[in-house]
């Protein structure tokens, strides 16, 4: 598949004979977990985000896409067709660079229409032609794309010498590199500052974390040099960028990218309280408040849906591999590419052993892991008792997929709340002071008797 275009046309006979399992095969796949086979309405966050899809029950996954083509097509962004002789057809997409998203759609619109057709009758019986409405402009503009990368590629001398150090600074060299970059960060700031849309199965796969770390990175050092110049009104925006790059990727509810969020807003306290250690004016500290509370506000509202989206990640879509054929042995493969996950090889053996409804029979025991883990999370002592499940877990409690492999919730959990707390303490900091009582004002009126 080009990364500039879906291919211009693709036909795929409608045999109400054909074996459904293998057309759900056809469905393309990224990520560790899927969408191979996902329902149509967990396999796209902006086509649905319904928590009821995250279960794993004994019912076959074909029988959520048991419906007329016309009531599945409309709802998804891509051009589908069924001529006379019943075959359907995918009309060609142009455009630069089409989201994941839609390239999935695409997929997905091939795959229920055929399941329609073969399930429903005879293409004779339905209309000689269904049309799709041509995809329609995202709600929000999308987040941060090749363009704002290419700083990155701009300033290679800086990264390589990029400290986390209190005392670093760029050489002059790499401060040569970042002032002719000034447009770029320009640029990226006022992108980082408005609401975005990622445009991805944020289920599946996560942005390119190397390179947005990469410009927390380049965002910092800019800071320095600016700072080292005077420059402090522009070192500010530089700071508030790194907070706000750090608030955009907590909108993902997803564990592993609430870690790096986290850490992204680390790096931004770090460099924010080395720049309020020395006298800042009261607009400068009010900027980087406001940055910071923006994140703050981002990730308690990301929070509650973590354990939601691991539950779809790690029951719901690995159910559906389980119907298509997948094994325990590659459950515990795809698990351990995973980022924020805690895989036990001690375990593994009890898990290779199993496949198909004996698998599935283990994944419905671990709803039940998924499910305490959600009632502990918003607890005051959520690492605790989410350290008492994984204890539990190791012992086979919840099944032999949650003993094997299971999301890293305890060590997540943990370091959110280290951040969270130095965080709050830098606002603390960062707040305006009340003026110093003149020396010549009189004390307080107490009363008296």
Not at 148 to 164: A, I, K, Q, S
Not at 172 to 182: F, I
Not at 239 to 248: T, Y
Not at 438 to 447: E, F, T
């Amino acid at each position: 598949m080009r990364e500039n275009s879906i291919e211009s046309t693709e036909t795929q006979k409608a045999s109400p004979t054909r074996n459904a399992d293998l057309k759900l095969a056809s469905v393309w796949t990224i990520g560790s977990f899927g969408p191979t086979a996902s329902s149509l309405a967990t396999l796209a966050p902006r086509v649905s985000r319904n928590p009821s899809t995250a279960s794993c029950d004994n019912s076959s996954a074909l029988a959520k896409y048991r419906m007329p083509a016309a009531s599945v097509l409309p709802s998804l962004r891509v051009p589908v067709t069924e001529n006379a002789a019943g075959e359907l057809t995918r009309e060609r997409i142009v455009g630069s660079q089409p989201s994941t998203l839609y390239r999935v759609e695409a997929s997905v619109a091939l795959l229920a229409a055929a399941l329609a057709s073969g399930m429903t009758g005879s293409p004779s019986q339905t209309a000689a032609t269904q049309t799709v409405a041509p995809p329609t402009a995202p709600v929000a503009a999308p987040c941060l794309d090749g363009a704002h990368f290419g700083v990155v590629d701009r300033c290679p001398r800086t990264l390589r010498e990029y400290r986390r150090s209190r005392n670093w600074m760029p050489s002059e060299l790499a401060v040569a590199e970042l002032d002719e970059s000034q447009a770029d960060f320009v640029a990226l700031g006022a992108v980082l500052e408005r609401d975005c849309e990622w445009g991805i199965d944020w289920y599946a796969t996560l942005p390119d974390l190397v390179r947005l770390r990469s410009v927390a990175s380049l965002l910092d050092a800019d800071s320095r040099r600016l700072e080292r110049f005077s420059r402090r009104e522009e070192s500010t925006t530089r700071i508030v960028a790194m907070f706000s790059l750090a608030r955009l990727l907590a909108t993902l509810p997803r564990l592993d990218a609430q870690r790096e969020a986290s850490r992204l807003a680390w790096q931004a306290a770090q460099r924010a309280e080395q720049f309020l250690a020395s006298p800042q004016s009261a607009q400068s500290a009010g900027l980087i408040r406001s940055a910071l509370d923006g994140y703050l506000r981002e990730q308690a509202e990301s929070s509650p849906r973590i354990l939601q989206t691991e539950r779809i990640r790690w029951v719901s879509r690995p159910c559906d591999r389980i119907r298509l054929g997948e094994d325990g042995t590659g459950l515990f493969r795809a698990a351990r590419a995973e980022l924020a996950s805690t895989v036990t090889t001690a375990n593994e053996y009890p898990l290779s052993r199993l496949s198909g409804e004996p698998l599935l029979t283990e994944m419905r025991a671990a709803e039940r892991y998924y499910e305490a883990a959600n009632e502990a999370w918003s607890t005051p002592d959520a690492t605790a008792r989410l350290a008492d499940l994984a204890r539990r877990a190791e012992r086979a409690e919840f099944g032999a997929w949650v003993a094997a492999a299971r999301p890293d919730f305890v060590r997540v959990r943990g370091e959110l709340e280290r951040t969270n707390a130095a965080l709050k303490e830098l606002r603390a900091r960062a707040s305006p002071r009340p003026e110093p009582r003149p020396a010549s004002a009189p004390p307080d009126a107490r009363p008296t008797g």
